[in-house]
């Protein structure tokens, strides 16, 4: 079992910035997936965001150059740096967690609560 608790979330104007953090409770270092996800009222998941099992980075398109995904392998904590936000960035935001390479047709086995994350205009 992996707890993951995220926080940072929280209510910003547009063009702002917030940084989201996941604290796992196993090892962030190798040998796993991690990854942000996000779901609006009345919207379907969406990825945003994931760090691959060898390093590799992935980005939704609308969020390339305004949101950075990255972890501290000491703390075992995930961080998504979002910057420039839009009103559509509103959502609740997810970490997920996969032991071995990011699933790609079923979904992450591990997932956190979420941390809300509202943009006014």
């Known amino acids: 079992q992996v707890q993951l608790v995220e926080s940072g979330g929280g209510s910003v104007q547009a063009g702002g910035s917030l940084r989201l953090s996941c604290a796992a409770s196993?090892?962030?270092?190798?040998?796993?997936?991690m990854g942000w996800f996000r779901q609006a009222p009345g919207k379907e998941r969406e990825g945003v965001a994931a760090?691959?099992?060898?390093?590799?980075?992935k980005y939704a398109d609308d969020v390339k150059g305004r949101f950075t995904i990255s972890k501290d392998n000491a703390k075992n904590i995930l961080y998504l740096q979002m910057n420039s936000l839009k009103p559509e960035d509103t959502a609740m935001y997810y970490c997920?967690?996969?032991?071995?390479?990011?699933?790609?047709?079923?979904?992450?086995?591990?997932w956190g609560q979420g941390t809300q994350v509202t943009v006014s205009s």
């Open positions: 997920a967690y996969e032991p071995g390479y990011c699933p790609t047709r079923r979904p992450f086995n591990y």
């Open positions: 760090i691959d099992r060898d390093g590799t980075i």
């Open positions: 196993r090892s962030t270092y190798m040998f796993n997936c």
